[in-house]
């Protein structure tokens, strides 16, 4: 008998969202799903190498998180090797996130990062890192600057968060724990957005981890921990709303564990072998779109006409994404060892 | 600045830093209320506070991440490894963040970071503590390795370390910190990838760094008793190495010797050795002689730490028999 984790649970009826907020929510999550479906089409064509992690079934935390909570291309997002969708929901361009995947000269790391280093100054994306874990302290670094712009230059405008998203796996590795430590003894504004979904690529997370419950390890660190159902993009988006707050009022960082799980494989090249036929169709029931969509049509906030145009809006763009990944130029074999250096 | 003691060069450095940009601050282990193991940031943090002069956990990998973190959004991080050897816990943050994120990133984010503290081999401190880390760090694409040797270099190469704008990892050694120098009263600033002509001279060409150059030294005076003048260049910048000066003094000498702390296998010397091969090989009249620590953890014993690392006696006995075409 397949035993889950009770979700926790999250009652939609005192939730505060507009017609607007609803449809950006599902707009964004489609978006998630439609470009990790088309990037698994063009590996198996051919057009994209490499290790490339899906993010499908997890779009509630990053659109929850990202658009729910955070002002995309102002507050800070960092992500690991699974970071197409964050990439997106922080502003990356779908253009630019695909043609990175294609290796080309107009992909947001000019070529040179790949499936697992989306990078984009400008919207605030901090990267892709491909070791597990890695990513933790340097997101609590970007938090750092925020506190120090506003404390030692005195600029009042800083009052940048950041979010830092990383799995279940991560959370058994040291940079994790000795960051929480720094980041609540300096009280920075940052979010741990851990994607529990259940899995370190074949290593299921009770066999990992002495306690299972990861929100709980905030409290030795004197920080603010929270369980969420990571299915429900309303119930990701009030902790988020929540944490954000309490970032910029000073009060420091918080723990958000997220139950979630990925529709698909570790990344494209595992057969997926090991997770059962009854996990799995336990978790696809719960798809995170689907119930967006429901409680908006419920609501009368959305018509299934209005998804349906959003559906298309956004094959669109993806297309458009493909399209524009295709005809774009290779990196410049003479600019090969650009970027290596700050003057290059 | 008058006579003044080789850590308070440094902190002079730090100190005239943080005082003109207000981005650059400084972490790591011990720094503040205690000062730094080596006192190189002594009172710094009652002149600038305690975010400035950050004392952290004992957690190399993650402050280190930290610090790249808080470069890429703007600020100017020097993280002081309380011994550089520690840094072996931060080797991931410093070669795939620091050395290779802006490559990777496309050029989205510049890291202008300086990691630096007590290296090499001190006074029968043991193996874990006597680490010869620069030839560990040479092979990561995007770090600039400099080692300072004098009171005067000290000073003048970590400003500029601290003004670049890429990750500059900077050796100092732990038996140099007392060194006494005379410095200049105004500001100076060393260029990082220069190599430093110490002596002029025609027989060979001598290239050290960091504590060897004074064990070179002190092999002068008895080598020019034996009628022998060697160039002696200290080649601070360990990456990228200063191809210029370097091939100018082979050009001249035709005979080169290495003389460094690291070790052999794999070492700076065998980079620059490798180096002339490929450039200079017709400019030499004999094979290129590496004087470099044994291939062994340094150990705690005084004669046989002593036995580890290169003396000036060895270097004068190899000079000789190099010029005197013996080799
Ligand atoms: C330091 C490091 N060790 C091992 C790996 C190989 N690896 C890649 S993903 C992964 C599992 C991580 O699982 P989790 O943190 O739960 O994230 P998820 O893949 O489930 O999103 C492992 C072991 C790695 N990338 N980095
Ligand atoms: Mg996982």
């Known amino acids: 008998m397949l035993q889950e984790r009770p979700l926790p649970t999250f009652s939609p009826a005192a939730v505060q969202l507009s017609r607007e907020e609803g449809l950006a929510l599902y707009e964004d999550m489609v978006l998630g799903r439609i470009f990790e479906d088309k990037c698994a089409e063009m590996y198996y064509r051919g057009k994209m190498f490499g290790f490339v992690h899906l993010y499908n079934g997890q779009e509630a935390v990053a659109s929850g998180v990202i658009r729910g909570a955070l002002r995309p291309g102002v507050d800070y997002v960092c992500s690991t090797y699974r970071d197409h969708v964050h990439a997106l929901s922080a502003g990356v361009p779908a253009r630019e996130v695909m043609a990175e995947l294609f290796g080309k000269a107009t992909g947001c790391s000019k070529g040179r990062g790949g499936s697992m280093h989306m990078f984009s100054a400008k919207h605030r994306l901090l990267g892709g890192y491909a070791f597990v874990a890695e990513g933790i302290p340097v997101a609590a670094g970007a938090a750092f600057q925020t506190k120090y712009r506003r404390e030692v230059l005195g600029d009042t405008t800083a009052d940048e968060v950041t979010a830092c998203f990383f799995g279940d796996g991560a959370c058994n590795n040291g940079q994790f724990f000795e960051t929480l430590n720094m980041a609540a003894l300096w009280k920075l504004p940052i979010l741990f957005v851990v994607e529990n979904n259940k899995w370190a690529i074949g290593m299921a997370h009770e066999r990992a981890t002495s306690d299972p419950h990861i929100y709980k390890k905030a409290s030795v660190f004197n920080m603010v921990g929270v369980e969420v159902d990571g299915m429900d993009v309303l119930a990701v988006r009030e902790v988020a709303q929540t944490a954000v707050a309490r970032a910029r009022a000073g009060e420091g960082p918080t723990l958000i564990e997220a139950l979630t799980y990925r529709f698909r494989g570790h990344s494209l090249a595992d057969p997926d072998e090991l997770r059962s036929k009854e996990e799995k169709e336990f978790w696809l029931s719960r798809d995170p779109i689907k119930r967006l969509g429901s409680y908006l049509l419920e609501q009368d906030l959305a018509t299934n006409q209005d998804l349906k145009t959003i559906d298309q809006k956004i094959k669109q763009v993806v297309e458009d994404a493909v399209t524009f990944a295709e005809q774009s130029p290779e990196p410049d074999p003479r600019e090969l060892r650009r970027y290596i250096f700050a003057e290059d | ?327």
């Open chain 2, 1 to 327: 600045m008058a006579e003044t003691v080789f850590f308070n060069a440094l902190r002079a450095a730090i100190d005239e830093e943080m005082a003109r940009d207000a981005t650059v601050f400084v972490l790591g282990e011990d720094v503040g209320h205690y000062g730094g193991s080596y006192k190189v940031t002594k009172n710094l943090y009652q002149k600038y506070g305690e975010l400035r002069v950050l004392d952290t956990p004992i957690a190399e990998n993650s402050f280190t991440g930290m610090a790249i973190g808080a470069a890429m959004t703007g600020l100017r991080p020097i993280i002081e490894g309380m011994n550089m050897g520690f840094l072996l816990l931060a080797f991931n943050q410093i070669a795939n963040n620091a050395g290779m994120l802006r490559y990777t990133s496309g050029g989205n984010f510049q890291i202008p970071l300086v990691i630096r503290g007590p290296g090499g081999v001190g006074r029968q401190l043991g193996a874990e503590h006597s680490q010869r880390l620069e030839a560990y760090f040479q092979a990561v694409p995007g770090l600039k390795i400099v080692a300072c040797s004098t009171p005067y270099n000290a000073k003048g190469l970590l400003k500029s370390a601290i003004r670049d704008n890429n990750p500059v990892l900077f050796f100092e050694h732990v038996l140099l910190y007392n060194l006494k120098e005379d410095l200049p009263e105004e500001e100076y600033l060393l260029p990082l990838d220069k190599a430093e002509l110490v002596q002029t001279g025609k027989d060979v060409t001598i290239l050290t760094y960091s504590r060897m150059r004074h064990h070179v030294l002190q092999a002068l005076p008895e080598l020019r008793q034996r009628g022998i003048q060697p160039e002696i260049i200290d080649l601070i910048s360990l990456r990228p190495l200063d191809w210029d000066t370097i091939s100018a003094s082979v050009r001249k000498t035709h005979r080169v010797m290495i003389v460094e702390e690291c070790m052999k296998t794999g070492g700076i010397g065998a980079e620059v050795t490798a180096g002339i091969m490929e450039r200079l090989f017709d400019e030499l009249d004999a094979p290129v002689v590496r004087l470099s620590s044994q291939d062994i953890p340094t150990p705690y014993n005084g004669t046989l730490e002593r036995l580890t690392v290169v003396q000036p006696e060895q270097i004068v006995s190899t000079v000789a028999d190099l010029v005197a075409k013996k080799i």
